[in-house]
């Protein structure tokens, strides 16, 4: 077997472990997908299945063996073990610094001292294979989520690794990107002989991989062919996961409200490289009682619209109204009394010692008036008031912005990637916070690269390319679009429908 | 990027050393402070990004050696004048010194650094000591000012205010820094580990190293 885990229990000192005996085997050549909720213990079985635990993060409770064509992990010299496996944290930061495209894919070859030619023969090819010539020169840090992630995959893939380990590799990548990336693993078996990838949304890896494993409970499932299993609706809620290829049928019929957000002929000062304004002559309105799914490929400009209209990039032209009132000359800090904004990594906006505090706070810049304990509660957070939002998990932290967007009493939210949606008990909570702005006459802007949850929750979705927004309508109809299939991208639940069909 | 961001690491840093002995050689202030100035107008002349901050905390560092010279030199009895010119002196030196120093930091990425110790075949905890030491500074500037638009973004006036409510909204940021410092450092010690960084084997480089440094890979001569 090309990776063997036998009876692994992994915990974090309390009482109950995290996973218990887990048991897996791994041929050469196969590829699995391990699905499980948020929280469930992916992250760690992964961690564990590359031998990150305990080489690198050592954890209060590990049990069992993980082997490598019969070698233990826990013992084998980490710089042997980290050659033959490349890694794919959940949180692409993890693995980053502040160095170019170029330096973090070369990173593993040059400390292994690869003679240089074959080092920049090797990048180069990763670069063209995974789409990232146009990234060459650029500072890590300086890159969108999804695009740290894709360069961070070509680092695990730049030592041509036995075994590869990604723990949510799709998370954050427009559908072009997730196609570059299944290619680019389908591409890696000349050199990768195993694969296994984390996901709590199946459908997107379908293509490349074989098999699959469920973490429910603390326990992984039996390894089962994938393909079966992903029309087993009851498998997957039964593991607390949305089924795949299943739309909601949700989709709210709003009559929208009075106009809260105007956004007329704007024009940016940040510029491409052609010297073109990233947005350029665009508009967009938002109304009481809309969630608008904002998609756009990644770079299309939808992060450069939404600090736009809070005030934290320069405008060149345009103007911007908030409830009526011009809001070009108004600082950041008063139009975010009318815009609350919940970002994708909510570490940065936290700045408060406890989580009440921080709701008190987004209660006291706006016009909220409920009671800080109801409004946790509400958000899966009741008797964490007093806990550092810095101790709070990233989906933990995720639901405590969607508190004090709701505790701010602000008339808009900007929601970016909520990755807590892509589970049962995180897609109800989303879904509690949008029917409450919703009904209370407030608005939603949801921008997402997840084509199906957009598909699921928005009233009205707006495309952003080419500097403006050439698609803004119903959803339904946004999917049939010329702009929409100029994206080259796959409708939501395509599959589905043309079963339907 | 200007061409100075491709020259040479160790061209700079050696440039920086030995214009700051010129400053420590020069006999009194008034040759002291027209280097100084000279110094700080190289890096106008040069457009050193963020020129603005660093004059800021320049000022600062004046006043504070300036006037701590100043008592120090009365406090021992001497003339008034000639404390003021001691004390110019010496802030002068150091204004020169951070100037110059400041100049490498800005224009010098971690990777550039990387690549130049890698080329000269520096051992490797050479070669991190040096990036971590002039990266560092810049990365962490850079997330205080993240940290800032985040508090603007959730509505703290941290602009239009007193200048004690500025310093209390920038202790704010703090907490946060301190969270990212820590993350940041664990991210630096979890890829070395990851990526087989080993202090003891020499690391190479991707990078044409030469007096200049390749900022970037280019596809003229396509290796498919």
Same mark, same amino acid.
């Given at each position: 077997?090309?990776?063997? !885990?036998?009876?692994?229990?992994?915990?974090?000192?309390?009482?109950?472990?995290?996973?218990?005996?887990?048991?897996?085997?791994?041929?050469?050549? +196969?590829?699995?997908?391990?699905?499980?909720?948020?929280?469930?213990?992916?992250?760690?079985?992964?961690?564990?299945?590359?031998?990150?635990?305990?080489?690198?993060?050592?954890?209060?409770?590990?049990?069992?063996?993980?082997?490598?064509?019969?070698?233990?992990?826990?013992?084998?010299?980490?710089?042997?073990?980290?050659?033959?496996?490349?890694? #794919?944290?959940?949180?692409?930061?993890?693995?980053?610094?502040?160095?170019?495209?170029?330096?973090?894919?070369?990173?593993?070859?040059?400390?292994?001292?690869?003679?240089?030619?074959?080092?920049?023969?090797?990048?180069?090819?990763?670069?063209?294979?995974?789409?990232?010539?146009?990234?060459?020169?650029?500072?890590?840090?300086?890159?969108?989520?999804?695009?740290?992630?894709?360069?961070?995959?070509?680092?695990?893939?730049?030592?041509?690794?036995?075994?590869?380990?990604?723990?949510? =590799?799709?998370?954050?990548?427009?559908?072009?990107?997730?196609?570059?990336?299944?290619?680019?693993? +389908?591409?890696?078996?000349?050199?990768? /002989?195993?694969?296994?990838?984390?996901?709590?949304?199946?459908?997107?890896?379908?293509?490349?991989?074989?098999?699959?494993?469920?973490?429910?409970?603390?326990?992984?499932?039996?390894?089962?062919?994938?393909?079966?299993?992903?029309?087993?609706?009851?498998?997957?809620?039964?593991?607390?996961?949305?089924?795949?290829?299943? =739309?909601?049928?949700?989709?709210?019929?709003?009559?929208?409200?009075?106009?809260?957000?105007?956004?007329?002929?704007?024009?940016?000062?940040?510029?491409? !490289?052609?010297?073109?304004?990233?947005?350029?002559?665009?508009?967009?309105?938002?109304?009481?009682?809309?969630?608008?799914?904002?998609?756009?490929?990644?770079?299309? *400009?939808?992060?450069?619209?939404?600090?736009?209209?809070?005030?934290?990039?320069?405008?060149?032209?345009?103007?911007?109204?908030?409830?009526?009132?011009?809001?070009?000359?108004?600082?950041?800090?008063?139009?975010?009394?009318?815009?609350?904004? #919940?970002?994708?990594?909510?570490?940065?906006?936290?700045?408060?010692?406890?989580?009440?505090?921080?709701?008190?706070?987004?209660? /006291?810049?706006?016009?909220?008036?409920?009671?800080?304990?109801?409004?946790?509660?509400?958000?899966?957070?009741?008797?964490?008031?007093?806990?550092?939002?810095?101790?709070?998990?990233?989906?933990?932290?995720?639901?405590?912005?969607?508190?004090?967007?709701?505790?701010?009493?602000?008339?808009?939210?900007?929601?970016?990637?909520?990755?807590?949606?892509?589970?049962?008990?995180?897609?109800?909570?989303?879904?509690?916070?949008?029917?409450?702005?919703?009904?209370?006459?407030?608005?939603?802007?949801?921008?997402?690269?997840?084509?199906?949850? #957009?598909?699921?929750?928005?009233?009205?979705?707006?495309?952003?390319?080419?500097?403006?927004?050439?698609?803004? *309508?119903? #959803?339904?109809?946004?999917?049939?679009?010329?702009?929409?299939?100029?994206?080259?991208?796959?409708?939501?639940?395509?599959?589905?429908?043309?079963?339907?069909? | 990027?200007?061409?100075?961001?491709?020259?040479?690491?160790?061209?700079?840093?050696?440039?920086? $050393?030995?214009?700051?002995?010129?400053?420590?050689? &020069?006999?009194?202030?008034?040759?002291?402070?027209?280097?100084?100035?000279?110094?700080?107008?190289?890096?106008?002349?040069?457009?050193?990004?963020?020129?603005?901050?660093?004059?800021?905390?320049?000022?600062?560092?004046?006043?504070?050696?300036?006037?701590?010279?100043?008592?120090?030199?009365?406090?021992?009895?001497?003339?008034?004048?000639?404390?003021?010119?001691?004390?110019?002196?010496?802030?002068?030196?150091?204004?020169?010194?951070?100037?110059?120093?400041?100049?490498?930091?800005?224009?010098?990425?971690?990777?550039?650094?990387? &690549?130049?110790?890698?080329?000269?075949?520096?051992?490797?905890?050479?070669?991190?000591?040096?990036?971590?030491? $002039?990266?560092?500074?810049?990365?962490?500037?850079?997330?205080?000012?993240?940290?800032?638009?985040?508090?603007?973004?959730?509505?703290?006036?941290?602009?239009?205010?007193?200048?004690?409510?500025?310093?209390?909204?920038?202790?704010?940021?703090?907490?946060?820094?301190?969270?990212?410092?820590?993350?940041?450092?664990?991210?630096?010690?979890?890829?070395?580990?990851?990526?087989? $960084?080993?202090?003891?084997?020499?690391?190479?480089?991707?990078?044409?190293?030469?007096?200049?440094?390749?900022?970037?890979?280019?596809?003229?001569?396509?290796?498919?």
């Amino acid at each position: 077997m090309l990776l063997s !885990a036998d009876k692994l229990t992994l915990g974090f000192g309390t009482s109950e472990p995290l996973l218990r005996d887990a048991t897996l085997a791994l041929a050469p050549g +196969e590829r699995l997908l391990v699905c499980g909720t948020t929280g469930s213990g992916k992250t760690t079985l992964m961690m564990a299945l590359a031998g990150v635990v305990p080489q690198i993060t050592p954890i209060a409770r590990y049990e069992g063996t993980v082997a490598l064509n019969g070698e233990d992990v826990a013992t084998l010299h980490r710089d042997a073990l980290f050659s033959r496996v490349g890694y #794919v944290a959940q949180s692409a930061e993890d693995q980053l610094w502040d160095l170019s495209v170029e330096d973090i894919i070369a990173f593993p070859l040059e400390n292994r001292a690869t003679p240089r030619d074959e080092v920049r023969a090797r990048v180069r090819y990763l670069m063209e294979d995974l789409g990232l010539i146009e990234l060459a020169g650029r500072r890590v840090l300086t890159l969108s989520g999804g695009e740290r992630r894709m360069v961070v995959l070509a680092a695990a893939l730049a030592s041509r690794p036995e075994l590869l380990v990604l723990d949510e =590799p799709t998370t954050g990548l427009d559908p072009a990107a997730r196609e570059r990336l299944c290619r680019a693993l +389908e591409q890696a078996a000349e050199h990768v /002989s195993g694969v296994v990838i984390a996901e709590q949304d199946p459908a997107h890896l379908a293509s490349v991989t074989q098999s699959l494993a469920l973490i429910a409970d603390g326990t992984l499932s039996a390894v089962t062919p994938l393909a079966p299993a992903l029309d087993d609706a009851a498998r997957w809620t039964r593991a607390g996961l949305l089924p795949p290829r299943k =739309p909601s049928g949700l989709r709210p019929a709003v009559t929208p409200g009075r106009e809260l957000l105007s956004v007329r002929g704007l024009r940016t000062r940040l510029a491409r !490289a052609s010297g073109k304004p990233v947005l350029d002559g665009l508009d967009l309105t938002l109304r009481a009682g809309e969630v608008l799914g904002v998609i756009g490929r990644n770079g299309a *400009g939808k992060t450069t619209l939404m600090k736009s209209v809070l005030g934290l990039m320069p405008v060149a032209a345009g103007e911007i109204v908030l409830d009526g009132q011009a809001a070009q000359g108004w600082t950041t800090a008063r139009r975010a009394r009318h815009i609350a904004y #919940v970002p994708q990594s909510m570490r940065q906006i936290l700045f408060h010692m406890t989580a009440a505090e921080e709701v008190a706070f987004a209660r /006291s810049m706006g016009e909220g008036h409920e009671d800080t304990e109801t409004v946790l509660a509400r958000y899966g957070l009741g008797g964490q008031g007093e806990t550092n939002p810095f101790a709070l998990s990233a989906r933990q932290q995720g639901q405590l912005g969607l508190a004090c967007a709701e505790a701010s009493g602000a008339a808009i939210a900007i929601v970016d990637e909520p990755l807590l949606a892509r589970d049962l008990a995180g897609r109800a909570l989303l879904e509690t916070f949008l029917e409450r702005m919703t009904s209370q006459g407030r608005a939603v802007m949801l921008i997402s690269h997840d084509l199906e949850l #957009v598909d699921d929750v928005a009233t009205r979705l707006a495309l952003v390319g080419e500097g403006h927004i050439p698609y803004d *309508g119903p #959803v339904g109809e946004g999917w049939q679009s010329r702009a929409f299939a100029a994206l080259c991208w796959p409708a939501p639940y395509r599959t589905a429908r043309e079963s339907a069909a | 990027m200007s061409r100075l961001h491709d020259l040479n690491f160790f061209v700079k840093l050696g440039g920086a $050393f030995a214009l700051m002995i010129v400053a420590w050689l &020069a006999p009194d202030w008034r040759w002291d402070i027209p280097f100084a100035a000279l110094v700080l107008a190289l890096l106008w002349v040069t457009r050193v990004p963020k020129l603005g901050g660093y004059l800021k905390g320049a000022g600062l560092l004046t006043l504070m050696v300036i006037v701590s010279w100043m008592i120090n030199l009365l406090l021992q009895g001497i003339a008034p004048l000639d404390a003021l010119a001691i004390a110019a002196k010496m802030a002068a030196r150091l204004v020169a010194t951070t100037a110059l120093f400041y100049f490498v930091m800005e224009t010098s990425t971690p990777g550039a650094i990387l &690549a130049a110790c890698s080329a000269a075949r520096l051992p490797a905890v050479a070669t991190l000591v040096l990036s971590l030491l $002039f990266g560092i500074i810049p990365m962490l500037r850079d997330e205080f000012e993240r940290i800032a638009d985040a508090q603007r973004a959730r509505g703290m006036e941290i602009d239009d205010v007193s200048f004690l409510k500025k310093l209390r909204f920038a202790l704010a940021r703090g907490v946060p820094l301190l969270v990212q410092a820590i993350r940041t450092a664990h991210a630096i010690s979890f890829s070395l580990t990851l990526y087989g $960084f080993d202090l003891s084997r020499k690391r190479t480089t991707w990078r044409d190293v030469g007096l200049m440094v390749e900022p970037r890979m280019t596809w003229k001569d396509p290796i498919r």
